[in-house]
C-alpha cells in the first residue's frame, strides 16, 4: 500500500472515546431552571483551565502514538529518526552491515578439534585471518548514515538512536 503525499491536517480529531466538549456538557448537565447567561458565563470561565488540560492531554496522547508506531525495524527506526532530525529533506539512511567477522579459534592438539590451517595468499582460497580481540569488538551491527550538517545534533541522534536498537547491537554513525 503506498503512501499518499497529501499533507496531514494540523488538528486531528481524537478517538471517539476521548473526544469532550465541556461547553456542551456544562449546558446540558446544568438544569434548565438554571440556564442562565450568568451563570454559564460564570461555568464557562471555571471550566476554561480544565480545557487547557484537555488540549494538553490531546497532543500528548498523538505525541504517544506516534512514539508507539516507532519499532526496531530498520524502515521504521529510519521513520522515527528522520521525523526526528531531518522532517524535510529525510536523509538519514540505515545500512545494515553484512560484513560480519567470525572468530577464529585455535585449539591445543589435546582438544581433539579439527586442525586450522593458514595459507599464504598467493596460495588461493579459503583465506583465514588472525584478528585481535579489539577487532572483534569493533564489529558494528549497522551503520546510521547522517548529512554532516546534523553533525551538532550527535548526542540527541544518539540517544534517539538508544532508544530504539536492540541491547546488543553495535552502531556506527557516519556523516556523509
Keep these: 500500500m503506498a503512501q499518499s ?3 496531514q491536517p494540523l488538528f486531528r480529531l481524537p478517538p471517539v472515546g476521548y473526544q469532550l466538549q465541556l ?7 446544568l438544569p434548565t431552571l438554571l ?8 461555568l464557562a470561565a471555571l471550566t476554561t483551565p480544565l480545557e487547557e488540560v484537555y488540549r494538553a492531554f490531546i497532543v500528548y496522547f498523538f505525541r504517544v502514538q506516534t512514539e508507539l508506531s516507532y519499532s526496531g525495524q530498520t524502515l521504521s527506526f529510519e521513520r522515527a529518526l528522520n521525523d526526528r532530525f531531518d522532517a524535510a529533506f529525510r536523509r538519514i539512511r540505515i545500512v545494515n552491515s553484512d560484513a560480519q567477522t567470525e572468530p577464529l579459534y585455535l585449539y591445543f592438539s589435546a582438544e ?10 598467493r596460495e588461493g582460497p ?3 585471518y588472525a584478528y585481535t580481540a579489539q577487532e572483534l569488538a569493533s564489529q ?3 551503520v546510521v548514515r547522517v548529512p554532516a550538517t546534523l553533525r551538532p545534533q550527535q548526542p540527541a ?13 553495535r552502531y556506527r554513525i557516519q556523516y556523509v
Design 126 to 128: 579459503p583465506w583465514r
Design 157 to 169: 541522534l544518539r540517544a534517539r538512536i538508544g532508544q530504539f536498537k536492540l541491547a546488543t547491537i
Design 112 to 121: 581433539s578439534r579439527p586442525p586450522v590451517y593458514f595459507t599464504f595468499e
Design 140 to 142: 558494528v551491527g549497522f
Design 5 to 7: 503525499n497529501q499533507p
Design 35 to 42: 440556564r442562565r447567561p450568568r451563570l454559564l458565563a460564570l
Design 23 to 29: 461547553p456542551v456538557l456544562v449546558r446540558n448537565l
